[in-house]
């Protein structure tokens, strides 16, 4: 399929007070004999509910895999309980008033065998807690405490219990296991997930002949030109002297001709930027600014190819592989459109935070518990497409550098530089430039410096020009 697998099940919108932005509730109509595990959030009408709602959902999504059932009432509830039975492996109450009946408490847990989360305002929990005495697996949080740090936050609360019963995060697991193990487990575990871009058919396509060094530029040509839209982007694109390094003539190569003098790799890794770029359409319902988003990556991109090219850097592995720079730049920030598209919200959240505070979108998510953090969400996001273990590395560790490796310092370096000359992904992005990583890849202050006033002169309007062509 091209383009974006919005939805995998029906979705129904729930007519809560708080439109027109509302919790996005998906009953599951499923074959019990699927490998679905879920998440049923009971969820009282009221924007507090709201905003917690969608903060479980990022979480139990992201986090532990889980797909998200939703019913208004404790009715529906135990429909869905009885539908599912132990396939839902936690339940999270979202309401201003306490659950006074033991039986319906325990019905809810499944007398005991699935985690029951009990989520009021502070002056209703005591009143819940005693009307849950002596009942096991239960565990509360008080609103007014949900997103502050330890313990007693939601995401404390939830996660600690479900890691404690064997369900295991994967944010966390994606550091610890080997690649291909964690590719298999991601891929089951968000299989059933409905707000994770799937990459088109053809990215994939295209991916998988860039790396294979049998792959003549006839074979690249027959499968560009299966999409015809993206074959006249392409030409347009590539076309930039940001890529050729060279005005007038190019503006009458063919396809082929363009295939055969900038070689297969890099001609592929542009035809995926298109793709993507043309591909992953936003939903209606956020107000995620796409043409900024992609400005910064593809200047992030291009960034990391002059570096390279020119040899700007020293790079203690020898050359870097095309494709795996230009895809870890280029894919970068993927996680931000992640939470731009399906969790707007908690992004307006995180951006309010961030100007508030003078702070980095980073840090704004580092500030407010990290519960999907846009580098770990990219992660994910590319385990699920198989794009590569040095893709998903760079992707990971792009601010909070991990091993250092060269391919890291390059789009770390790159990602800076291009908020440096004006193309970050908000407005006003500082640049924050790692020591370790300038470093390590021999590049002093000066020299980055010189670097920004090189790309000023030549290259920022090229890349909104090539961003402009893309779209």
Same mark, same amino acid.
């Given at each position: 399929?091209?383009?974006?697998?919005?939805?995998?099940?029906?979705?129904?919108?729930?007519?809560?007070?708080?439109?027109?932005?509302?919790?996005?509730?998906?009953?599951?109509?499923?074959?019990?004999?699927?490998?679905?595990?879920?998440?049923?959030?009971?969820?009282?009408?009221?924007?507090?509910?709201?905003?917690?709602?969608?903060?479980?959902?990022?979480?139990?999504?992201?986090?532990?895999?889980?797909?998200?059932?939703?019913?208004?009432?404790?009715?529906?509830?135990?429909?869905?309980?009885?539908?599912?039975?132990?396939?839902?492996?936690?339940?999270?109450?979202?309401?201003?008033?306490?659950?006074? #009946?033991? *039986?319906?408490?325990?019905?809810? !847990?499944?007398?005991? =065998?699935?985690? +029951?989360?009990? %989520?009021?305002?502070?002056?209703?929990?005591?009143?819940?807690?005693?009307?849950?005495?002596?009942?096991?697996?239960?565990?509360?949080?008080?609103?007014?405490?949900?997103?502050?740090?330890?313990?007693?936050?939601?995401?404390?609360?939830?996660?600690?219990?479900?890691?404690?019963?064997?369900?295991?995060?994967?944010?966390?697991?994606?550091?610890?296991?080997?690649?291909?193990?964690?590719?298999?487990?991601?891929?089951?575990?968000?299989?059933?997930?409905?707000?994770?871009?799937?990459?088109?058919?053809?990215?994939?396509?295209?991916?998988?002949?860039?790396?294979?060094?049998?792959?003549?530029?006839?074979?690249?040509?027959?499968?560009?030109?299966?999409?015809?839209?993206?074959?006249?982007?392409?030409?347009?694109?590539?076309? #930039?002297? *940001?890529?050729?390094?060279?005005? !007038?003539?190019?503006? =009458?190569?063919? +396809?082929?001709? %363009?295939?055969?003098?900038?070689?297969?790799?890099?001609?592929?890794?542009?035809?995926?930027?298109?793709?993507?770029?043309?591909?992953?359409?936003?939903?209606?319902?956020?107000?995620?600014?796409?043409?900024?988003?992609?400005?910064?990556?593809?200047?992030?991109?291009?960034?990391?190819?002059?570096?390279?090219?020119?040899?700007?850097?020293?790079?203690?592995?020898?050359?870097?592989?095309?494709?795996?720079?230009?895809?870890?730049?280029?894919?970068?920030?993927?996680?931000?459109?992640?939470?731009?598209?399906?969790?707007?919200?908690?992004?307006?959240?995180?951006?309010?935070?961030?100007?508030?505070?003078?702070?980095?979108?980073?840090?704004?998510?580092?500030?407010?518990?990290?519960?999907?953090?846009?580098?770990?969400?990219?992660?994910?996001?590319?385990?699920?497409?198989?794009?590569?273990?040095?893709?998903?590395?760079?992707?990971?560790?792009?601010?909070?550098?991990?091993?250092?490796?060269?391919?890291?310092?390059?789009?770390?370096?790159?990602?800076?530089?291009?908020?440096?000359?004006?193309?970050?992904?908000?407005?006003?992005?500082?640049?924050?430039?790692?020591?370790?990583?300038?470093?390590?890849?021999?590049?002093?202050?000066?020299?980055?410096?010189?670097?920004?006033?090189?790309?000023?002169?030549?290259?920022?309007?090229?890349?909104?020009?090539?961003?402009?062509?893309?779209?």
């Amino acid at each position: 399929m091209c383009g974006m697998e919005l939805f995998v099940h029906d979705r129904i919108a729930a007519d809560f007070p708080s439109k027109p932005k509302t919790f996005k509730q998906t009953f599951m109509t499923t074959n019990p004999a699927a490998t679905h595990e879920y998440g049923l959030l009971v969820l009282q009408q009221g924007k507090p509910q709201q905003v917690l709602a969608k903060f479980l959902n990022l979480m139990l999504n992201y986090q532990y895999g889980l797909s998200i059932v939703v019913a208004p009432d404790l009715t529906k509830a135990a429909e869905l309980l009885a539908q599912h039975g132990e396939r839902i492996r936690c339940v999270c109450v979202i309401q201003d008033t306490e659950i006074s #009946s033991a *039986v319906a408490l325990q019905a809810l !847990g499944m007398q005991g =065998k699935i985690r +029951l989360f009990l %989520i009021l305002p502070t002056k209703k929990l005591g009143m819940q807690r005693m009307a849950a005495s002596g009942l096991e697996a239960i565990s509360y949080c008080a609103w007014e405490q949900a997103f502050t740090h330890g313990n007693a936050s939601l995401q404390s609360t939830v996660g600690t219990t479900l890691e404690e019963g064997g369900i295991g995060n994967l944010i966390t697991d994606v550091e610890s296991l080997p690649y291909d193990q964690i590719r298999q487990q991601v891929e089951r575990r968000l299989r059933n997930i409905n707000t994770l871009p799937t990459m088109p058919e053809i990215v994939m396509r295209i991916m998988r002949m860039v790396n294979d060094p049998k792959t003549t530029p006839d074979e690249l040509e027959r499968v560009l030109c299966t999409d015809p839209a993206i074959v006249m982007k392409l030409l347009q694109v590539m076309r #930039s002297p *940001v890529f050729t390094g060279t005005a !007038g003539r190019t503006s =009458k190569w063919t +396809l082929k001709e %363009i295939i055969t003098r900038l070689g297969v790799k890099k001609v592929g890794a542009i035809a995926q930027q298109v793709k993507m770029i043309n591909g992953l359409v936003k939903p209606e319902d956020s107000d995620f600014e796409l043409q900024r988003f992609w400005e910064h990556s593809v200047a992030t991109a291009i960034i990391a190819d002059k570096l390279c090219v020119e040899k700007k850097l020293r790079l203690a592995g020898g050359e870097l592989e095309f494709t795996d720079y230009w895809i870890g730049s280029l894919l970068h920030d993927i996680g931000k459109l992640v939470l731009g598209f399906f969790f707007w919200d908690w992004t307006t959240r995180l951006l309010g935070h961030s100007r508030n505070k003078s702070v980095s979108f980073r840090q704004a998510e580092i500030d407010m518990g990290d519960v999907a953090g846009h580098q770990r969400l990219g992660q994910l996001l590319l385990i699920n497409a198989d794009m590569g273990a040095e893709a998903v590395g760079v992707v990971g560790h792009h601010h909070d550098l991990h091993e250092t490796t060269d391919l890291e310092c390059l789009v770390h370096l790159a990602d800076n530089l291009a908020k440096a000359v004006g193309l970050g992904f908000l407005p006003g992005d500082e640049p924050e430039f790692d020591e370790k990583a300038m470093a390590q890849v021999g590049v002093s202050a000066a020299a980055l410096e010189q670097i920004k006033e090189d790309l000023e002169e030549s290259t920022v309007e090229e890349i909104r020009t090539v961003v402009a062509q893309c779209m």
